[in-house]
């Protein structure tokens, strides 16, 4: 059963929904009322599709929590509508840079590979990095060299090209032309501009029938990055953390301010510190803490006691989570 909830901005949290074994989000997609319904249906079968995924790994064949994580994402990053894998934005080159993390609640294991042109899935580079190397984070040209000898598969990057991302990036090249460089925020970006304000990176957290805790972000970077940026995704403690003693954590949106507040880590913080719940703990940090400094984004949250929930300072976070008894619940945008 998928019960589709699509309304308007009002207060952007859920939860804390009770006996989650995976939750995923695949961005802060497009505002309300831009998607046509068909394209509205189509992301929430992606959606529902990586759920159903993660679900059967950690039940039927009772894989771990990282398996799960890795299964889901793998299916958000081969679905042209997220912005991770294929249909990842462009730089302002007119390249696509994929940057991704995966992380192992039992003991703070990670993994993570930044600015890779041609590796399909870059999960699967992350979780290489972490289980093969000693290492964990490779970038660009070292971490493709390194993902085509760990066996995974290697692509054109013309592969990862939508007709969709290139005329986003097209339109924030005008768009450049014509505003002068002081209109760009600190970060370089334009604050109100849609092409960057709505991003649909990916990410899962999930926990296994072991009680063990494990979160990947998978992710294009923002429209018009500039070519070398690293955002948030691949960064333990600001775009992923996991860890059994308190939760897992994947975030989505303005990736400097997510490095700069160290947003996931400190979100498993505020229930290591002050004992608080999934909910209050998200909810302090990305509407407590990253609003008033007009950081965007969002996060979702679950911890090993299957509470899961999800906060956003957006107008939009594409969201889903499955029970153990496989209800599955997916959101387009807050309420
Ligand atoms: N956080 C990502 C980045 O800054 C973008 C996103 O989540 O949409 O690269």
Redesign the pocket.
Known sequence: MTLLVATQFAVGNDGPVENVILGVHG??GESPGVLTPEEEKSVIAGIEKALRAGHTVLTKKQGGSLDAVEAAIRILEDDPNF?AGKGAVFTSDGRNEL?ASIMDGRDRKAGAVAGVTNVKNPISAARAVMEKTKHVLLVSKGAEEFAAKAGLDIVDPAYFRTEKRWKDLEERRKKEREQPQSRLDPSGFLPDEPATRH???VGAVALDTAGNLAAGTS?G??TY?RYGRV???PIIGA?TFADNATCAVS??????F?IRWQVASDISAQIEYKGVDVRKAVDTVINGKLKPVQGE?AAIVLDRKGRFASATNSDSLWRGWITADGKVVVKLYPE
């Open positions: 961005g802060l912005n940057d991003w649909s990176t992710t970077g923002m990055k955002g948030d995704s775009g975030c989505t949106g303005h990736g400097e997510f984004g």
